[in-house]
């Protein structure tokens, strides 16, 4: 069941991605589309589902795409790749042309690129004059900014220069936007971001989007507590190319995404168990990523066992689905009044701002923040 025909389609509602010619970005463009035009079915939405009708939800039709990427493929290009890596279903770029050359032509050049010499301050003006340029050339009536930019290392805490992730959450703050961080980057995650936020009456909803590996985490680990069994290690690798695997080469980035997948064991169990997570860059998978994790635990009597899990997905169509939910929550959250971090969409991250750790609890508090956004209507 979908929400068709509860949802609001007057107004049009802007979805500014950072990193808006990555594959994330583009499959979610290129999905949007596709199930607008009734192509394909909303699978994987968790918005199109029956709790959602009537919470006045932007419609997938209203939705209008902008961002800023450094990268400078066109867009119908980018789709064409993602269709040939098996990421798209095969003859949709050319069904779907004219929305993705539409959003191609909203999308700005991001920074800093190596050899910027513009100042912090300099380049938030610039990313916040492109933002606003873009609500006021499309008429939308409001819009969320979304960061799916690659991975960026953990800032030294000494960096006098603010993280490009930050550089653009400051502009969405400064261009009155809501903002989601579907990445582990900083973004507005400092004291002083938040607090802009705060002040500027924003919602905001992150970070690092749980679409894999982390998802089954957070339905395993409670399951263990709730059976009175002892977990004494937890470890887990991943194998993944595409563009994320690629800049997850990098150990600092890699950190910042494992930090993530940790946390969700350390909040879940109550400590942290032994073993790492690894990541490992193989440009031939491309977007399919296998997440293996193999879990040491003590039964009755201390009898040894372990259990082993194979995830096997396509990373972009996993995080698009969401990232299309969280952009129409939050800019409904933005509509109805509401502001600061939303606790209620925990459900879709790794490392939420604060809440529950197991799903089936950010679940419910997910459907709670639903039965709010359709009260204030
Ligand atoms: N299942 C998933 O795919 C999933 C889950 C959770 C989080 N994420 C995160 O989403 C992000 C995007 O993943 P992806 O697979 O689309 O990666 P990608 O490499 O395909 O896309 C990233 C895009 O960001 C752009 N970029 C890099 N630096 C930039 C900057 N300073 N300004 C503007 N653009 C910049 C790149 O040019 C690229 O087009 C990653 O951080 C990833 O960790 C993905």
Redesign the pocket.
């Known amino acids: 069941m979908t929400t068709s025909g509860t949802e609001s389609t007057a107004v049009r509602t802007g979805v500014w991605f950072?990193?808006?010619?990555?594959?994330?970005?583009?499959?979610a463009v290129a999905g949007c589309a596709a199930v607008t035009a009734g192509l394909h079915p909303a699978t994987g939405m968790v918005t199109e589902t029956a709790p959602f009708a009537g919470t006045g939800l932007p419609a997938l039709s209203s939705l209008v795409f902008g961002?800023?990427?450094?990268?400078s493929?066109p867009l119908p290009k980018?789709a064409e790749e993602l269709t040939v890596a098996g990421v798209l279903p095969h003859g949709l770029p050319a069904a779907i042309h004219a929305e993705l050359t539409a959003a191609d032509q909203e999308i700005r050049t991001?920074?800093?690129q190596p050899g910027d010499t513009r100042s912090d301050e300099e380049l938030i003006a610039a990313f916040a004059d492109d933002i606003t340029g873009f609500a006021r050339r499309t008429g939308v009536a409001r819009t969320v900014v979304v960061?799916?930019?690659?991975?960026e290392p953990s800032p030294a805490p000494d960096d006098p220069r603010l993280p490009?992730?930050s550089l653009?959450a400051a502009a969405a703050v400064r261009a009155g936007c809501s903002y989601v961080n579907?990445?582990?980057?900083t973004g507005l995650r400092t004291e002083a971001l938040t607090a802009a936020a705060e002040a500027a009456g924003l919602p905001h909803a992150g970070r690092?989007?749980?679409?894999?590996q982390t998802l089954l985490r957070s339905v395993l680990a409670p399951m263990f507590v709730q059976r009175a069994l002892t977990v004494r290690a937890w470890s887990g690798t991943n194998l993944l190319g595409?563009?994320?695997g690629?800049?997850?080469a990098d150990p600092a980035a890699a950190a910042a995404?494992n930090a993530g997948k940790e946390r969700v064991l350390a909040d879940t169990l109550g400590t942290a168990p032994e073993g790492e997570v690894h990541i490992d860059d193989v440009p031939a998978l491309g977007?399919w990523?296998t997440a293996w994790d193999h879990i040491a635990f003590d039964g009755f009597l201390g009898s040894r066992m372990i259990l082993q899990t194979i995830w096997q997905?396509c990373?972009?169509a996993?995080?698009a689905p969401l990232v299309l939910d969280l952009a129409r929550l939050v800019s409904r959250a933005h509509e109805a009044g509401l502001s600061g971090p939303l606790p209620g969409l925990g459900f879709y991250f790794?490392d939420p701002d604060s809440g529950p750790a197991a799903l089936a609890e950010q679940f419910e508090a997910l459907l709670a923040f639903a039965e709010r956004l359709r009260e204030s209507r």
């Open positions: 950072v990193g808006a010619r990555g594959s994330v970005a583009t499959t961002g800023h990427d450094t990268a493929c980018r991001g920074g800093p960061n799916v930019s690659s991975t490009a992730s653009y579907f990445t582990p980057s690092d989007g749980k679409t894999g595409g563009g994320d690629a800049a997850l995404k977007d990523k997905g990373d972009s996993l995080a790794k």
